[in-house]
């Protein structure tokens, strides 16, 4: 059976125009985010319907066409490009895009997999309640890809990951099967999970048609403010301190170094308040009254010493604050390449993680320049390394050598070398090398079990050596 004969098999069940195979239509599936992988399917499949993804999967089968599911292609680790050699086919799920149910009461919502995470928080707002997960690329990446990473962003502190926000899946199986369950139910002890097994999966172990997602009352205060403190010891105390006051209402906590700060003064002048060696962007949100809330954090920063502070008095103020943080990956993007890291330790060993990893990292590359900026309240910092002299290039021949070294460290303080970017093509040989060995056989026990044919998303983390 030839790739001729499946492909017209392929535009008989989806329709031509569902079936791309001109370059300059799959252009858009082929390369990653950051462009460092660059893919050549066979074709690029949009099919509009749980049936199709359904038979498409059993077609595949049959004529052993390997299948690399697509969201909005905005994995960082090269997790949805497919390979070069012209024999895998990219299924992009952007036609499965429909609102299956909104049950307000129940404060959950059923999505297709291809729903992006903007309208899915939009469809939540419609129906006055919140659906809070939020990253940057929020415009274009779709609940699937934000199940199949176990996105992360920048309310996890609250809300938890994707993992948490989800109260049933439906997945098309490597063999074709549909396992549905769509379930709104918060409880449930009948058997093993299974829902969990495909979250994080980076689309290894089938393809999610449709989600039934928790939802949340949605906030009516937020408070806002932009904290400089000496040292990463001050940041985590502020942490614990905010924690105990405000218990859960504290929503959000960041955390950037003076680098960073410094670097987004060239892009944003006067709109970065100060720099101090750390600065910490917190946000309090509740169902109380705005002034109420806003009074009341008023109230407890005034009984802190800090180096320098500002509290956002209305909503422009506030996003002003946002965009600092959400411009830092850009105006570091533009200043150059860097080395990333996408890290997370117990945030108590924050402060230990940084002197530690600045000290290996000094010791080798004494020129190298260090931006650590994240989200300190769940351990998660973006962690990346550059050059500050043109002659200091030779940081990024050595690659290999600055990732071992912040690994290392991570390691030693029972990190993880993937917080919430997934591990996709970048990472294998690192996970390799750093994940107990029988986790990852177990793993990989459980991909030979459902997909012996490893034909779906090959090449990545879990296809056995
Ligand atoms: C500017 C920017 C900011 C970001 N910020 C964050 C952040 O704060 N937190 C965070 O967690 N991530 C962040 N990311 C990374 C990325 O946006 C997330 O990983 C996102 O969840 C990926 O969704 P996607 O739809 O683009 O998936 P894709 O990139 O298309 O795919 C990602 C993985 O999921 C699989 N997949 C996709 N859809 C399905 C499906 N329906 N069924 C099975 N498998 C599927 C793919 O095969 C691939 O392995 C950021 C990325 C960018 C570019």
Redesign the pocket.
């Known amino acids: 059976m030839s790739q001729a004969d499946f492909l017209r098999k392929l535009q008989n069940l989806l329709g031509t125009p569902h079936v791309l195979t001109l370059e300059s239509d799959t252009a858009a599936f082929c390369l990653d ?1 950051r462009q460092r992988y660059h893919g050549n399917p066979l074709a690029v499949a949009l099919p509009g319907t749980r049936d199709e993804v359904a038979q498409l999967v059993r077609l595949a089968r049959q004529h052993r066409i390997a299948l ?9 680790c090269g ?2 490009t497919p390979a070069q050699d012209h024999r895998q086919l990219v299924v992009g ?1 952007r036609r499965l895009n429909r609102v299956i149910e909104v049950d307000a009461a129940n404060r959950s919502m059923t999505l297709e ?2 729903v992006t995470l903007a309208r899915a928080q939009q469809v939540a707002s419609e129906a006055r309640r919140l659906f809070p997960l939020s ?3 929020e415009g ?3 609940i ?6 176990n ?4 309310a996890v502190l609250r809300y938890g990951t994707m993992r948490d926000l989800t109260l049933g899946l439906e997945v098309v199986l490597p063999d074709g099967q549909v396992l549905n369950n769509l379930s709104g139910l918060r409880k449930d002890t009948s058997g093993l999970d299974l829902k969990q097994l ?1 979250i994080g ?4 172990l ?4 449709a989600a039934s997602l928790r939802l949340f009352a949605a906030p009516t205060a937020r408070a806002t403010a932009l904290i400089g403190v000496r040292d990463a010891q001050s940041v985590i105390d502020w942490l614990n301190a905010l924690q105990e006051h405000f218990g859960d209402r504290l929503t959000t906590f960041e955390m950037m170094s003076e680098d960073c700060m410094t670097l987004l003064r060239h892009t944003h002048g006067e709109r970065v308040p100060f720099c101090a060696p750390w600065t910490i962007l917190l946000e309090l949100s509740d169902t109380a009254e705005q002034e109420l809330l806003y009074q009341q954090l008023l109230d407890w920063l005034a009984t802190r010493e800090m180096l320098d502070g500002v509290v956002a008095q209305n909503q422009t103020q506030r996003s002003t604050l946002w965009q600092l943080r959400e411009d830092m ?1 850009e105006a570091q993007k533009r200043r150059g390449p860097s080395i990333k890291h996408d890290i997370a330790i117990p945030s108590s060993a924050i402060p230990r993680f940084l002197e530690l990893a600045q000290q290996a990292l000094y010791s080798r590359f004494p020129h190298c320049s260090i931006m650590a900026f994240g989200h300190a309240g769940d351990g998660n910092l973006h962690y990346n390394v550059s050059y500050t002299r043109a002659d200091n290039r030779d940081l990024f021949a050595d690659e290999a050598s600055v990732n071992r070294l912040v690994y290392d460290v991570v390691y030693r303080l029972n990190g993880t070398l993937a917080a ?3 591990i ?1 093509q970048l990472k294998t040989h690192w996970l390799e090398h750093y994940k107990d060995p029988l986790a990852l056989a177990l793993m990989r026990s459980i991909k030979k079990q459902l997909d012996p044919d490893n034909l779906m ?1 090959p090449g ?1 983390w879990l296809s056995a050596p």
């Open positions: 985010q690399v599911p697509q969201g909005g292609n905005t994995s960082t997790a949805a799920l997999a291809g990253l940057a690329s274009s990446c779709q699937g890809g934000n199940l199949s990473t996105a992360g962003g920048l495909f999966a980076e689309g290894q089938g393809l999610i048609t990956s919430e970017h997934g996709g998303n990545k």
